[in-house]
């Protein structure tokens, strides 16, 4: 079975600018987690999805959002890019909500200048 | 406030020897708990989880954690350490209707 894809992996934008990230979640994965992990601040939780609806939301700005398709696959999107944005962004997929293993994609790595 | 943190930023071993990476984390009720694994450049990789019953679990590439209710930690072990353990690794616990929190990793450094 396919393990989680993120696209694109590596990725360099102007502040100010707007990126799109995508992750495809395991087959048969319903649930979807997004991640921001940098040097200082660590592994934060950015949001969940499950059935196409966010269903928990971690302390970020609006300018960060997300959404899921019907067939499990989501997008993460930040608007008006800053210089601290620049982080390697993880999307991890769980079977569904109650199931707590979740698996990682390799990540895509934003660098904003 | 929930927390996990785990108190060594970088450990060094010899290759060979025995590790232990230690996690304690701050909750209300007893969590899921999590070891994870990243190496350079690498997503997490799931190397063990505790939901409940034994309280020595079992992972992937040698490794195992035991569950300490008493002291809120969740220690990971190997009994000997190869080269190609060198990651870093990530507590992380998960509280049902909530979301994961990750401690702030240890990096392993292997000598040879």
């Known amino acids: 079975k396919a393990g989680v894809t993120q696209t694109p992996r590596y990725l360099i934008k102007t502040r100010g600018q707007q990126v799109t990230l995508s992750c495809s ?27 196409e609806t966010q269903r928990n939301k971690g302390n970020f700005p609006g300018r960060f959002s997300g959404r899921q398709f019907s067939n499990s696959r989501s997008e993460m999107n930040v608007s008006t ?11 991890a997929s769980s079977l569904d909500r109650s199931s707590y293993e979740q698996y990682f994609g390799p990540g895509t790595r934003l660098t904003v200048t | 406030a929930q927390s996990v943190t785990q108190p060594d930023i970088h450990i060094t071993v010899s290759e ?77 616990v998960g509280v049902k209707g909530q979301n994961f929190v990750f401690g702030p990793g240890t990096r392993l450094s292997v000598l040879p």
């Not at chain 1, 890019?81 to 999307?91: F, K, Q, T, V």
């Not at chain 2, 009720?29 to 990789?45: D, E, I, M």
């Not at chain 2, 505790?50 to 008493?70: M, P």
């Open chain 2, 16 to 92: 060979g020897a025995s590790l232990e990476l230690r996690c304690n984390y701050s909750y209300g009720a007893t969590p899921y708990l999590f070891w994870y694994v990243q190496s350079p450049g690498q997503g997490l990789q799931l190397l063990l989880k505790y939901f409940s019953g034994d309280t020595l679990v079992q992972g992937i590439k040698g490794f195992e954690a035991e569950f300490k209710r008493s002291q809120s930690s969740f220690n990971l072990r190997k009994p000997s350490v190869h080269w190609s353990d060198a990651a870093e690794y990530f507590c992380a």
């Open chain 1, 81 to 91: 890019l800053e210089l601290g944005d620049s982080a390697l962004y993880l999307c």
């Open chain 1, 25 to 51: 979640p395991i087959s048969g994965h319903r649930s979807v987690s997004w991640y921001q992990q940098t040097p200082g601040q660590g592994l934060q939780f950015l949001f969940e999805y499950f059935s």
